[in-house]
């Protein structure tokens, strides 16, 4: 889904790689028909959420994702998700998840930038052949606090230990970027692909 932020090119090009199809766009009606969504980002919070707002994407959004088509957030596409945010006071996120958005703690150094390791707390076919435990490419300030422990897929420690992965139904969405995450990266993508497609 593109809304105005960065990176797109990248996720299709990853998507490519693995030998699957992804189509760039904003348009509400593809959305709709789409098989699977992936909302990338990076920028702020609040800006984002009027990009998606002033496309006409946000009900579509919704409404797909209640409707059981696979879903996968990619940083801000996973902050997105929850109801609000400490980045942007008073607008509101998709609210697809209950929980909020936080800047990291006094104390660690932000943006946290750079590899950096993701624990499995729940299994999920998103992180099939990915050993746990393995590094991926992080670049922050901000971090999710699901309000359901069982929503939470993959944690990292950074100076505190936060929550870098989530999973409910057919949402799944990471803290970390797998098109800048090398090998492992492209698997995330191939294994959302092959949840999209059956395959």
């Known amino acids: 889904m593109d809304y105005g ?4 090119r990248s996720v299709q090009k990853a998507f490519e790689h693995v030998g699957f199809a992804a189509e760039v ?10 098989a699977g969504i992936v909302l990338p980002g990076v920028g702020a919070f609040g800006s984002a959420m009027q990009g998606l707002e002033s496309r006409g994407l946000i009900e ?14 990619v940083c801000l596409g ?12 008073g607008v509101e996120g998709l609210g697809l998840l209950r929980g909020d958005v936080r800047r990291l703690p006094p104390g660690t150094k932000i ?5 950096n390791q993701a624990e499995i707390v729940q299994d999920s076919d998103l992180f ?4 746990d435990l393995s590094a991926f ?10 309000a359901r422990p069982a929503d939470v897929l993959t944690i990292t420690e950074y100076g505190t ?33 092959r949840r999209v497609t059956g395959g």
Do not use: C, M
């Open 128 to 131: 099939h052949d990915i050993p």
């Open 78 to 89: 996973l902050q997105l998700l929850f109801e609000k945010s400490e980045e942007s006071p």
């Open 25 to 34: 766009g904003d348009d509400p009606q593809k959305v709709r028909s789409a």
């Open 111 to 115: 943006p946290h930038i750079g590899w």
């Open 137 to 146: 490419y992080f670049v922050h300030s901000y971090v999710v606090v699901p």
């Open 5 to 8: 932020s960065g990176n797109l």
């Open 60 to 73: 579509v959004l919704r409404e797909r994702v209640e409707a059981g088509v696979p879903f996968l957030g």
């Open 161 to 193: 230990t936060f929550v870098s992965g989530v999973e409910a139904q057919n949402v799944t969405a990471v803290q970390f970027h797998p098109e800048k995450s090398s090998t492992l990266g492209l698997k995330v993508y191939e294994n959302f692909a």
